[in-house]
Each structure stands twice: as structure tokens, then as C-alpha cells.
């Protein structure tokens, strides 16, 4: 069961790397990692499924990116590998968008999705220097720097039905809360500027650090008696998500800890 849930928790956060994914069933040669391409297609279409009156304040926005977090470069090749073919995704090197990624994969969804890193060949499964998020997690539409409490409750309890369709039903009854909230600046090298509003103050809030979010337990705020979640700094995605404990624990062992 541990290892099911490890597995479902890397398909539900869709953030790691294919370093870390090659826990859970990447197959590597040399300078190209591979992993199957049929879950990813299968996951969109579930969560297509969640009645439109659970996305009005967060919804999920499908749109593939990697992220440098090493300063260095970009993959050399992402393509999707079939029996009888390679077809490329273009990734942009600037922003490391991939506008063709879904659509070539559900194209291609008995294929693997392969990547060629050759500048992080031969490091630990847990070294997140890239990493790949495909949008699946949902996200408050609300970005303006203000969150009132009854907001982020409503998002969190809406959130989770995004998770319980990504989840097989025989294990929901083990999906950890998610009643978390994580902050992903666009520019992450940025400082985390966060506060709750507690009456008339502003009271700046350390969040637990997993990858590249800044994760706030909702819980916290309401022990605080804050009304508000204040976001500064840059531009943000706020989203409903797990502990940061929670990421750690199934997501992104590493080999010794395995």
C-alpha cells in the first residue's frame, strides 16, 4: 500500500522530475529517461469530470512546464516514443513551455513520454535541478494578493474533489489532507513575502519549503484567528495541495531512504 500511494501521489502532484519519477517505474539509458505515457491522458479526462459548481473559486489549468531550479540548462529533447516513431515536443526556451505536450501525448497515449538531460546524468533520483509541472493541481482563480479565510476553506473543500478523481476509489479513504495551501511564485527566484491578517495587523507567516512552493496549513491561519491569507512580492499561483510533510513522505524518497 505504501508504494500504491507513492506512486498515485507523483501522478497527483505532476511536479517532479524524471529524475525522481525513475523511483516509481522510469526506465533510463544512458542520457534518456522514459516513463509511460497512458496515465497522464487518462488523468485530464477525469478530471474533466468534476461538476463545474467545485470550480468556481479553484479549477485545475492543465498547461506543461519545466522549471530550471539549477541554474542550468534546459533539456536537449523531449519526445513521446512509440513502437514506430519519435515525435518531438518543442519546448520553449524561455519560458519552458510545451503548448503541443498534452495533445501529442493523448495522440500517443500507449507511447513514452522520454526526456534528454545529458547535463544531469548520473545524479541522485532525489535532485530536483528540473522539474516538470503539468498543471494538474487545482488552482484558486483568485491571484490578487488577497484571500479571506472562508475563500481558502471553499477552495480547499472543492480542491479535494480534483484529487479524489485522480485517485483509484479502493485508496481515497487514504489520500492525506489537503486542506494545505502552497504559493508557487512565476519567478522563483524570488523571496516568499507571506502574511495573515490578524485584526488590524499583518503577521508574516514562515511556510514549510518543498521544491519550488511555500506551503501554509489553512489550519495555522484559523488557529491564528487571521481572516486573511496576504500574498506579496511577484506574480503567484496559489493552489490546494498536501502537506509539505505529506510531498516529502510519498513523493520524493530518496534511494537511502528507500
Not at 530550471?68 to 519546448?91: A, H, N, Y
Request: aromatic share 6%.
Amino acid at each position: 500500500m505504501k508504494m500504491q500511494m507513492s506512486i498515485i501521489l507523483v501522478c497527483l502532484l505532476s511536479l517532479g522530475s524524471f529524475n525522481a519519477a525513475a523511483q516509481v517505474g522510469t526506465k533510463s539509458s544512458n542520457d534518456v529517461s522514459c516513463v509511460p505515457a497512458k496515465k497522464l491522458p487518462k488523468t485530464v479526462r477525469k478530471l474533466n469530470e468534476v461538476d463545474v459548481a467545485n470550480r468556481r473559486i479553484v479549477d485545475v489549468n492543465p498547461m506543461p512546464r519545466f522549471f530550471i531550479k539549477d541554474g542550468g540548462k534546459w533539456p536537449q529533447r523531449l519526445f513521446i516514443k512509440t513502437k514506430d516513431s519519435e515525435i518531438d515536443v518543442p519546448i520553449n526556451q524561455t519560458t519552458g513551455l510545451m503548448p503541443t505536450f498534452l495533445e501529442t501525448v493523448t495522440a500517443n497515449a500507449g507511447g513514452e513520454i522520454c526526456i534528454v538531460d545529458k547535463t544531469r546524468t548520473g545524479r541522485p533520483t532525489n535532485n530536483q535541478g528540473l522539474s516538470l509541472d503539468i498543471g494538474l493541481l487545482p488552482v484558486f482563480h483568485n491571484h490578487s494578493g488577497r484571500h479571506d479565510v472562508a475563500e481558502l476553506e471553499k477552495g480547499a473543500e472543492d480542491g479535494r474533489e480534483f484529487y479524489k478523481k485522480m485517485i483509484p476509489s479502493a485508496v481515497r479513504l487514504f489520500l492525506p489532507d489537503t486542506k494545505h495551501l502552497s504559493v508557487r511564485y512565476d519567478d522563483l527566484r524570488l523571496t516568499a513575502q507571506i502574511f495573515a491578517r490578524v485584526g488590524n495587523e499583518e503577521i508574516a507567516v514562515i511556510p514549510e519549503r518543498f521544491q519550488n512552493m511555500h506551503v501554509v496549513p489553512l489550519k495555522m491561519l484559523k488557529e491564528m484567528g487571521a481572516t486573511e491569507l496576504l500574498i506579496k512580492g511577484g506574480e503567484y499561483q496559489l493552489k490546494s495541495t498536501l502537506s509539505a510533510k505529506n510531498m516529502k513522505r510519498f513523493a520524493w524518497k530518496s534511494e537511502d531512504e528507500e
